[in-house]
């Protein structure tokens, strides 16, 4: 799926000035971690961050596995939620025995906890790839998350665990009660995972990741397991989960088995493919759009999920290297010159697809809310949903913006191919 | 206990049979086109709503015909449009787009039904108890479903062994470029093939429909069972499935039946400890942990013997 993106984009040979480039962009990512909570400072907005903090964490942990080692696991809030579990005990052991641990250091004993079940479990996992270990991670998954509802004394049955971030032992005079405070504990940790979860992959092991993900045999031959390196990215990838559950446990000051269950492990993969495998920034990208939706879509529309479901199959079917893999195709365009001869067809093609998304939009929104009967307001205009007119209307935008669409969209391709043909003659395509 | 034993192994092959029919239609599916198809769970409900739906429109009977012709319609129109154009990016992405699609399928189900199960019933025909034994009336519809569930197993088998569709069939399945080059569309076979599992799937929707709850978190639910299941017996061996499904419908059923705890055999010996994982671990009673069972099952074959009981295949 990523193979035929990801040789392409990791270009080992860097031109000059591609190294301050490469610094340049970690201290703006950084530097804009520091400045966004004073820019949008209120209580939703740092709620927001938080939550999109833990998810990006998440999403590249998730990314070692899918985008850098090929294995597509439907059980990776396992790791998760027990990193969750983990950080929740850990903060409740400390509080009760006054160990002088500070909050920061927590989330080292949810990634510890995601570890450890990690090198427990993997061993049996990672011994077959593709689709076998994607439906053994799925049955792994449902055990731990139906275990979790049994053994009430660790996992605190339905109602969860819950512990007091403020209790623990004061770092530097913060508290960690006020959420900045913690948004800035989950952006340190979210700083440091994603520079170790990089430099992972710049090592010999995540090279070796990647062969074992497009070629096993022949990276048996030259000498190494693929068995033993699908096992230790298996065992990073649960690290960094757990890190990821460590810091839910700090944010919602509860851990419960939602965090180990199946949507979880669907959100995950939703956010990772949707954002790109093939870069790293991909993950991130995706984690911030999805919980962005998330949030956003929670509160307009009942049928969030149903929004999600499309998009992904929308990408999965036409874009699969994700919105990563569309944006950086148009690099050697740039660096071609070339962009500006498409940009008009994408501007013709806005219309139509619009429309259709509309048309898409409302025939969904009304299915949702005929039984209800409240009227759907979309961009000021409001429909009713059990008036002929709205059906009519949705059946026009739908067939009609679909129609359209698939005419500019050809035309757009056209455009590419020109384009690309001019890049490639440039000497910009690989 | 002797009554315990016999109707729980009753319902136990009743399950089991009802497994198989899933699993059947995904293993064919499978090793046919080599993706592992995440919706089959999903038309498998999409066959109980489509059978309660037309049951109160027409009645059962033609519900039970009609559902399965409408979900096998919609696996084709998936596999023509959807999975047909996502091949050339690799079988982790088919499997993504099942996956998205079984998202996509719970949604509508429970935006058009609503989350709440639904009053799918017994048809009048079938309401009378088959037979009493030791004093349990057992249902007759329970016993039709088993029927229904051994025709299919059988005419299964008949076609893929005995008849000359079964044969092109099976030998798409392994050499899909001679099956074509011998003149047979190979890939109106690959529809047909994925139209007809989800057929099957649908029609163990429709019949278990009114037995089980139909709701729309159903698929979710069973879902996940289904794949253990065919992993179990060994991914693309139907007589796998077939054992598979049975040891996994009769053991879970015994596990739901059974009371008993570690606690309640070996009470005298009460270790005595707080609450700790030993104790919660000493007090489950057998049916509590019934719905981990099944991956418990599979946790141990992977162990025991990584490609299934009757897979050949390694990976």
Redo the contacts between chains.
Sequence with gaps: MTSATTSTSKATVKPAGGSVRFYGVWLIGIAALIVLPMIFSSGGSLTSFSLIGIAIVFALSYNILLGQTGLLSFGHAVHYGLGGFAATHMMNAVVSHGWPIPLPFIPLFGGLGGLVFAMIIGWVMTKRAGTVFAMISLGIGELVASSSLILRSVFGGESGITTDRTALPKLLGWSFGPQLQVYYLIAFWLVLSAIAMYALTRTPLGRICNAVRDNPERVQFIGYDPHVVRYIAFCFAGFFAGIAGGLAAINFEIANSAYLGAIQSGLVLFSTFIGGTAFFFGPILGAILVTYLQLGLTNLTTAWQLYFGIIFIGIVMYAPGGIAGLLMMHRPLIRAGTLWTVIPSYLVAIVPTVALACGVILTIETVARFAGGDAINLFGIAFNPTSPVTWIAAAILVVGGAFVARLTWRRIAEAWDRAATVARDRGYLA | MLELIVISTLNGVLFGMLLFLLSSGLTVI?SMM???NFAHASFYMLGAFFGFQLTKWLGFWPALVLAPLLVGAIGMVVERY?LR??HK?????E???T???A??I???VS??W?KSPLDYRVPALLDFPAFTIFSTNYPAYKIFMLAVSVIIFVALLIVLKRTRVGLIVQAALTHPHMVGHLGHNVGRVFMAVFGVGSALAAIAGVIAGPALVTQSDMA?SLG?IL??V??FGG?GSLPGAFIASLVIGLVQTFAVALDGSLASAFGPLDPSTG???L???WN?TIA??A??V???L??LI??VR?MGLMGTR??
């Excluded at chain 2, 990016?89 to 992405?93: K, L, N, R, S, T």
């Design positions: 499978f080599g993706v592992l959807g154009n996502t990016h690799g079988h982790v992405a499997l993504l787009l996956f998205g699609l998202f996509a719970e949604e509508i935006m058009i609503g979710a996940p794949f253990v065919i992993v991914l609450p700790s994982v104790s919660d671990i489950v509590q942990v719905p981990i099944p991956y418990m599979l946790v992977l162990i990584p390694e990976s």
